[in-house]
């Protein structure tokens, strides 16, 4: 925050109300993503203790490939920011290409780190035959998950370099009560041993929800986003702007 004196007290204030709103609904968005994933635990908590504790290790596979995604997401945001407060639209607007391609390319290479392992990962993290068969049988959902939430993670720093941040809790607010909604259904089978699946499957369209609601925002000419473009075709010559 630039506390310049020729902001004034006034628009001191302003600026930090304004922080102080956005910590707000970030707090919430984070307390809902904790909350979704503590529901995702204490489902398949109900099932045997193997397939509980292979959701565990597979959890923080995904966790940790997460911290990954994670550099993109605070490059996307300081590029992002950079670009279009310096008003340089067909920088921001490759700049946002040239990430989400960035960010498909990670997660398609974690996915195949992931498939190609398979047989040696679950030896990694448990001697337990059941459990580590357990892991071998949900890495394909974790690796499925792992491009679109790739793109996802940059795609929250794109809204958050242009100070987007209720659209981007919101869109989290939306993705969890699709996630939730299916370990409801999952709840309803306690017992079969498909429990476990349909917290996957909340899990992989948590992300899905995501991109698909912060593409409609990407898509929006009366958003943040509507000056760069992002639908048009990069027809501007080397050098240019393409700024309107």
């Known amino acids: 925050l630039n506390l310049e004196p ?3 007290v006034g628009n001191i204030g302003k600026a930090a109300q304004s922080m102080a709103g956005d910590t707000i609904i970030l707090s919430l968005r984070s307390a809902v993503v904790w909350l979704t994933f503590t529901l995702a635990s204490a489902l ?3 099932s045997s203790t193997q397939i509980s504790a ?3 290790v597979c959890q923080q596979l995904w966790l940790s490939t997460a ?4 550099a993109l997401a605070i490059a996307a945001q300081a590029i992002v920011a950079q670009a279009i407060s310096s008003g ?3 920088a921001a607007r490759q700049a946002i290409t040239k990430l989400t391609m960035w ?3 990670v997660g398609l290479g974690l ?3 992931m498939i190609t392992n398979i047989e040696t990962l679950p030896e990694l993290f448990s001697a337990d035959d059941e459990v580590a068969q357990q892991i071998k049988t949900m ?11 790739s793109i996802a993670f940059t795609w929250d720093g794109v809204l958050y370099g242009v100070k987007d941040f209720q659209y981007a809790a919101r869109t989290m607010f939306a993705a969890a009560g699709v996630a939730v909604s299916l370990f409801g259904v999952g709840a309803l089978t306690e017992g079969s041993g498909d429990d476990v699946y349909f917290v996957w499957a909340g899990l992989i369209a948590l992300m899905i929800t995501r991109v698909l609601v912060i593409t409609g925002r990407l898509r929006d000419s009366n958003g943040p986003f509507g000056s760069l473009n992002l639908l048009k075709l990069d027809t501007d010559p080397p050098g240019s702007d393409g700024d309107s």
């Open 88 to 90: 340089r639209n067909q």
């Open 139 to 149: 890495i394909p959902f974790v690796a499925v998950s792992m491009p679109v939430a």
């Open 44 to 46: 398949t908590a109900r």
């Open 67 to 70: 911290l990954v995604n994670d």
């Open 54 to 56: 292979a959701y565990q």
């Open 111 to 113: 996915s195949a780190l």
């Open 103 to 105: 960010s498909l390319a």
């Open 6 to 8: 020729s902001l004034g």
